[in-house]
């Protein structure tokens, strides 16, 4: 094509800004136009990835370890608990046999 807007790598004709494929700093199409996708910020003209875990966004069960990823993060429950990580419950060792108390010894569970 002609001469796209900048933001394009190609686009669908002349001066267009409806573009067909975007360059490596702005890798998403949304919507015919170049910009950076969920997760990420647009910087200094290139998409950058956000630290959800860093910048206290991220929506993890309060004592869970949130790990980032690019474009997103990902959630786990310490270990006594079950769950995926946003949502996490106690899990009863002693209820489940999961313990290892001496058979004569009173399990509680913490």
């Known amino acids: 094509c002609g001469a796209c807007d900048a933001t394009c790598a190609s686009c669908d004709g002349p001066t267009s800004y409806n573009c067909l494929t975007c ?53 786990s429950c310490p270990d006594g608990y079950a769950g995926d990580g946003r949502t996490c419950s106690d899990v009863d060792e002693c209820a489940d046999g999961g313990h290892t108390c001496d058979p004569r010894a009173a399990c509680t569970n913490l």
């Open 23 to 75: 360059p490596s700093h702005l890798p998403h199409l949304l919507y015919s136009q170049c910009s950076c996708g969920a997760g990420y910020n647009s910087t200094g003209g290139t998409c950058s990835d956000i630290d959800e875990c860093a910048d206290g966004t991220h929506d993890c069960f309060s004592a869970s370890s949130c790990a980032n990823t690019a474009g997103g993060y990902t959630c």
